[in-house]
T-cell receptor, first 114, second 113 residues
Framework: AQSVTQLGSHVSVSEGALVLLRCNYS??????LFWYVQYPNQGLQLLLK??????LVKGINGFEAEFKKSETSFHLTKPSAHMSDAAEYFC????????????FGTGTRLTIIP | EAGVVQSPRYKIIEKKQPVAFWCNPI?????LYWYLQNLGQGPELLIR????????DSQLPKDRFSAERLKGVDSTLKIQPAELGDSAVYLC???????????FGPGTRLTVL
């Protein structure tokens, strides 16, 4: 069984401030973890993924995430928020060998304050 | 390279009417997925195809939902009859294989009145 929990359905940050979106996972096998972004009326776009290599993963648009096994976390960060970062962000777990589904969290809506 | 194409983008129907959604995956992608995304929620898998074969349809409500992927390329998802609770976004995604990155289409937003 696998699941992800995203803490905070809405996050607001000022332009130029640090972005931190939280994700905790549960998985019975070593997890593959993903962050997706969804802009209004668009499909999901992959930001970054962790597949058991380096624990600090860099993605597109300046985002990065760190896999912490001891905390079962995979938080998404960006040092300086930009207005264009306003979107919905989804954390997901799987698929991995022994687990064939991609399971999404409920999402975090990021608002950027000018 | 063209991405995943879905049509229509928006559909409004009355309850008890049938509706169909179409998806054209990225060329060469053998694996195709249909997801349901309710408002304020993450996508949930409805069905996964490997070429023409539906290999995971455990979450598809088979009393009213059906899907097909003829010739292992395009796919159609149908609802008959639609209910008010079916109002949601229906996303199609494709990948080279189950363990490869999934690419998502823009979705079809269904409103059932």
């Amino acid at each position: 069984a696998q699941s992800v929990t995203q803490l905070g359905s809405h996050v607001s940050v000022s332009e130029g401030a640090l972005v931190l979106l939280r994700c905790n996972y549960s998985s019975s096998v070593p997890p593959y973890l993903f962050w997706y972004v969804q802009y209004p009326n668009q499909g999901l776009q992959l930001l970054l993924k962790y597949t058991s290599a380096a624990t600090l993963v860099k993605g597109i648009n300046g985002f990065e995430a760190e896999f912490k096994k001891s905390e079962t976390s995979f938080h998404l960060t960006k040092p300086s928020a930009h207005m264009s970062d306003a979107a919905e962000y989804f954390c997901a777990v799987g698929p991995n060998f022994g687990n064939e589904k991609l399971t999404f969290g409920t999402g975090t809506r990021l608002t950027i304050i000018p | 390279e063209a991405g995943v194409v879905q049509s229509p983008r928006y559909k409004i129907i009355e309850k008890k009417q049938p509706v169909a959604f179409w998806c054209n995956p990225i060329s060469g992608h053998n694996t195709l997925y249909w997801y349901l995304q309710n408002l304020g929620q993450g996508p949930e898998l409805l069905i996964r195809y490997e070429n023409e074969e539906a290999v995971d349809d455990s979450q598809l409500p088979k009393d009213r939902f059906s899907a097909e992927r003829l010739k292992g390329v395009d796919s159609t998802l149908k609802i008959q009859p639609a209910e008010l609770g079916d109002s949601a976004v229906y996303l199609c995604a494709s990948s080279l294989g189950i363990y490869n990155e999934q690419f998502f289409g823009p979705g079809t937003r269904l409103t059932v009145l």
